[in-house]
C-alpha cells in the first residue's frame, strides 16, 4: 500500500537529494570560474594593498560576512533529526486528515528540540523549557505540531509573550544571565502574573532537566480541532511519550554537564542515531466531544491548564521513530520555519488566545529571520506534495514559473491553478459559531490560577518536591529584591501552605502564618516522572578499568550490556589501551578521567583485576566518578576487586557488611566479590540501570529544611 501512495517514509529524503550538493571536483568560483589561489588576495606588489577587482576576494568575505541570519527570538539553541510516523489504526472516525487515516502510511517528519531562553550557542542542559517542533510531510501538505516537554504555558493570552520573554530573557542592561530564569526580572514578572503559576510549578520540577531529548515527552498545549468526513468537529490535545521513559538529571548534574559539555543533548541525539538506537516517541491524543467543553472545571481554551488524564484518558495514536541526522545544521535545522498555523484538512484551531496569537507570530517572525516570504522554498521546508500558487517574486525566489498567468479567475491559462472543492479535499474552515463585543477582557472562566499548580504540587513524589523547593532557593536566591521575593512566598501560599513554609524558611523570609487556600488534596498520577515507563535501552555506562582489569568480567559485562542495546566506554587514566590482568587482550580506552565525566553517564561499572583496582583507589578522579554518580542517584556496579574500590568511595547508606558477602544490591549499588554468577550480576545490574535513578539515597539536600 504505502509503495503505491503519494508520500511514504522516503519521500522527504528524495525530495532533499534533489538539493544535496557533494564537493567538487574543481575549486571554482559561485558563478563557476575555475580558481587558481585562494590563499593569497591580489596585491599590487608582494607588500603592496589588496586590489579592488578581486572578485574572488570579495566574493569570498561578503558570502562570509553574511553568513549569519538572526537567530530565533525565542527557543534559538535546538538540534534537528529526520524520522518518520506511523498510526497504529486508522483515525478517520475523528479526522479526515490524510495521515491519520492509513496504518499503512509511514509519513516523514522533521523534529527540532530546543531550550527557549538560551542563546544559539548557549548550553544544552541548563533548566529550561524544551521546545518539541515536529513537521510532518504530508500528502495534503505540512502539518506542524509546535510543541513543548511542559503541558501548560505561562501566560493566557499572546499579548503578554513579548513580556514574559523580556522577562526572561537576559536583562537588557548587561545581557545577563544566559540561558537562565534565576534572575530578578523574571521572578519580578512572575510575581505579578498569578497565572503563570501552574506553569511555574513545572519550571522548577525535574521537567526542566530532561536527561535527553529522547527522555521527554511533549505536548500540544493548546486545545486543537479534529474534523470528520462528515464535518462533526471535537476538541483534542496531543502528548508525546518517549518510549525510553521520563528522565531527567539533578540540579547539580546538569550544571556540570553544561560545563563539561555544552552539547550532550544534541550530541546525545545525534550519536544514538548514528548507533540506530532510534529515538521513539508515541503520539497520544485525549479527545473531547464539542458537547463536553463545558464539563471541566477550567476552561479548555485555557493555555495554562491541562486537561488530566483521569478525566480524560490518553488514546495511543501512532509512533514516531526518529532515524536519521541532518545532512547539514544550517540548511535543515537552523532554516526549519514551524508554524502553527501549518494545519492539513481535517485539523483545524480553537480559540484559545494563545493559539490565536501564535498562528500570526510565526510566520511573522519566519518572513524577519528567512528574510523572504519564499522561505517555504528552502528544501527543508518544501512540502513533499506539489504546490502551486499565484504568488510571485520576492527575494530568492526559486522557481521558474512559465505561465504567463499569475491572477485567479483567468481564461487564458485555463483558469489554473484552480481550487479544490471542499469534497475533493480542499481545506475548509470549520465554521464555527461566533458572536461577541470587541472587548479586551478575559474570559471569568480563565481565572483559577492555582486549583491546577496544586494538583501538580500534590502528585509529586517525596523526592521530586524537595527538589522543587530546592530549585525555589536557588531561583529566588538569585533575585536579592525582598519584595519580590515575599510576593513568590504568596504565590507558593495560594498552591500549597507547607510548600509556602519550605520556600521561605531556605529564603530567610517570614513563613505566611496560614494557608491563603486550603489544598484541595487532588493528584494525577501521569504528573509525577516517578511513573513512568522503565527500560535500559539507549543508556551509557561508563566502566572504569586500568591495566590488570579482569578481562572476563569486563568481557561479560558489556556483552550483556550490549544486548540490551546499552553503550558503555572504558574510562581510564591515560588514552590507547589497558591490558587485561591475564595479559592476553589489550582493550581500548573510549575516555580518559580528564576528557569525560561521571556526569555524562547514566550508570558507573567498576570491574575487578587488583592491579587495575590498585591503580584506580590511588588516582582520585576514579573516587570522584564513583562519588559523583552516587550523588547523582546513578546505578553502581562493582564485581570481583572492584567493590573495594566502591567501598573506598564510602557510599552513604550501603551497608558494608552486606556488600562483603554474595551479591547485594542497595539503593542501586550492586555488588558481587563472587564471580561466579556474573550473569545474575549483569542482570542486576541492568534491573538498576531500567530505574535510571535511586532516589531514596540519603543524599543530604532539602530535607534539612522541611
Ligand atoms: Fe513559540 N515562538 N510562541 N511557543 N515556540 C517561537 O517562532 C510565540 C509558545 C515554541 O523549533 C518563535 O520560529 C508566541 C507556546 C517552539 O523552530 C516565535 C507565543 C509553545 C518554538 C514564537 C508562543 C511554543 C517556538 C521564535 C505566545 C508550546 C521553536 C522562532 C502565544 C506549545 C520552533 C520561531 C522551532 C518558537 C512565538 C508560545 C513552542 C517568536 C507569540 C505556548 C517549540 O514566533
Known sequence: MSEQHPVNEQSKDRSLENYRVEPGQKLTTDEGHPLSNTDDSLKAGGRGPTLLEDFHFQQKLSAF???????????????????????????AEFTKAKF???????????????????????????????????????????????????????????????DI??????????????????????????????????????????????????????FGVHTFRWVNKEGKSRFVKYHWKPLAGVHSNVFDEAQKIAGKDPDFQRRTLWESIEKGNYPEYELGVQIVEEEDEHKFDFDILDSTKMIPEELVPVRPIGKMVLNRNPDNFFAETEQVAYQPSNVVPGIDFSDDPLLQGRLM?????????????????LPINRPVCPFSNNNQDGRMQMDIKTSRVNYSPNSLGGNLPAPVAPEDGGFVTYPERVEGHKIRERSPSFSDHFSQATLFWNSLSK???????????????????????????????????????????????????????????????????????????????????ADGVDGAQLATLKHALSAMSISADIVSKMGGTIASADGNSSIEVDKTFLTTASVLYDAVYVPGGSQSIEALKAHGEALTFIHEAFKHFKPIAGSGEGVDLLMQADLKGIDAAQVNGKMSAQLGVIASRDVSEMGKFATAFIDAIKEHRFWTRPIPGTASVE
Do not use: C
Not at 65 to 91: K, Q, T, W
Not at 187 to 210: G, Y
Not at 497 to 512: C, N, Q, S, Y
Open 463 to 545: 523526592g521530586e518536591k524537595d527538589r522543587l523547593v530546592e530549585a525555589s532557593h536557588f531561583e529566588l536566591g538569585k533575585v536579592k529584591n525582598k519584595e519580590v521575593q515575599a510576593r513568590m512566598i504568596e504565590r507558593f501560599n495560594n498552591v500549597d501552605h507547607e510548600l509556602a513554609k519550605r520556600v521561605a524558611i531556605g529564603l530567610g523570609m517570614p513563613a505566611p502564618a496560614a494557608p491563603a487556600t486550603e489544598n484541595h488534596g487532588r493528584s494525577s498520577a501521569a504528573l509525577s516522572q516517578e511513573n513512568t515507563t522503565k527500560t535500559a535501552k539507549g543508556r551509557h555506562v561508563a566502566i572504569l578499568a
Open 65 to 91: 560576512d553574511r553568513e549569519r541570519i538572526p537567530e530565533r527570538v525565542v527557543h534559538a539553541r535546538g538540534a534537528g533529526a529526520h524520522g518518520y510516523f506511523e498510526p497504529y489504526e486508522s483515525m
Open 100 to 162: 491519520l487515516g492509513d496504518p499503512a502510511v509511514k509519513t516523514p517528519v522533521f523534529v527540532r528540540f530546543s531550550t527557549v531562553g538560551g542563546s544559539r550557542g548557549s548550553a544544552d542542559a541548563v533548566r529550561d523549557v524544551r521546545g518539541f517542533s515536529v513537521k510532518f510531510y504530508t500528502e495534503d501538505g505540512n502539518y506542524d505540531i509546535v510543541g513543548n516537554n511542559i503541558p501548560v504555558f505561562f501566560i493566557q493570552d499572546a499579548i503578554k509573550f513579548p
Open 361 to 377: 507570530s510565526y510566520h511573522d517572525t519566519q518572513l524577519h529571520r528567512l528574510g523572504s516570504p519564499n522561505f517555504v522554498h
Open 165 to 218: 520573554i523580556h522577562a526572561v530573557k537576559p536583562e537588557p542592561d548587561n545581557e545577563m544571565p544566559q540561558a537562565s530564569t534565576a534572575h530578578p526580572s523574571f521572578w519580578d514578572f512572575i510575581s505579578l502574573v498569578p497565572e503563570s503559576m501552574h506553569m511555574i510549578m513545572w519550571l522548577l520540577s525535574d521537567r526542566t532537566l530532561p536527561r535527553n531529548f529522547s527522555t521527554m515527552q511533549g
